[in-house]
């Protein structure tokens, strides 16, 4: 699976560690991370990430 990073600050969206602790468990690709889901460092919305 893929590695999303926010363009916004730089945080990687790795999809074996997921975001527990904000809903997003581990093992969870970009594409099923809920929609309403934001980056855990700066807020910026999904759409703002881009595949690394």
């Known amino acids: 699976m893929s590695k999303f990073e926010c363009t916004v600050c730089g945080y990687i969206y790795d999809p074996d560690n997921g975001d527990p602790d ?3 468990a581990p093992g969870t690709a970009f ?3 809920p ?3 934001v ?4 807020g910026a919305t999904k759409d703002l990430f881009e595949e690394i």
């Open 39 to 42: 980056c855990p460092v700066c």
């Open 22 to 24: 904000n809903g997003v």
């Open 35 to 37: 929609s309403d889901w």
């Open 31 to 33: 594409v099923d991370v």
